[in-house]
């Protein structure tokens, strides 16, 4: 069974850093695809980024060079670094993994952790 565990979200001041992150476990596949969505209320799901075991990269085009994805293979974890955080930025965050790609329906998710940014 596959578990993903969120950890790190929290209440930040706009223009402040957080970083999530997201330990997998129970893949027969070692988690091809990692990286997180978000939700803000009211508006749909979108991709915020994207990273394969061989580290090729996707980003949404909202994220403009704030936020950082890395993973470590040994560790089954994925990271966000997110920087210069905008109160457009609260949403629920979401962790994904998937055989070949997050991007669009992936198979599965994590719970969510809440990213609050005030203005």
């Known amino acids: 069974q596959v578990q993903l565990v969120e950890s790190g979200g929290g209440l930040v001041q706009a223009g402040g850093s957080l970083e999530l992150s997201c330990k997998a476990s129970?893949?027969?596949?070692?988690?091809?695809?990692m990286g997180w969505h978000r939700q803000a209320p009211g508006k749909q799901r979108e991709l915020v980024a994207e990273?394969?075991?061989?580290?090729?990269?996707d980003y949404g085009d909202f994220v403009k060079g704030r936020f950082t994805i890395s993973r470590n293979n040994a560790k089954d974890t994925v990271y966000l670094q997110m920087n210069s955080l905008k109160p457009e930025d609260t949403a629920i965050y979401y962790c994904?993994?998937?055989?070949?790609?997050?991007?669009?329906?992936?198979?599965?998710w994590g719970q969510g952790t809440q990213v609050t940014v005030s203005s």
């Open positions: 990273i394969d075991r061989n580290g090729r990269i």
């Open positions: 994904a993994t998937d055989p070949l790609t997050i991007a669009t329906n992936p198979d599965y």
């Open positions: 129970g893949s027969p596949f070692r988690f091809a695809a």
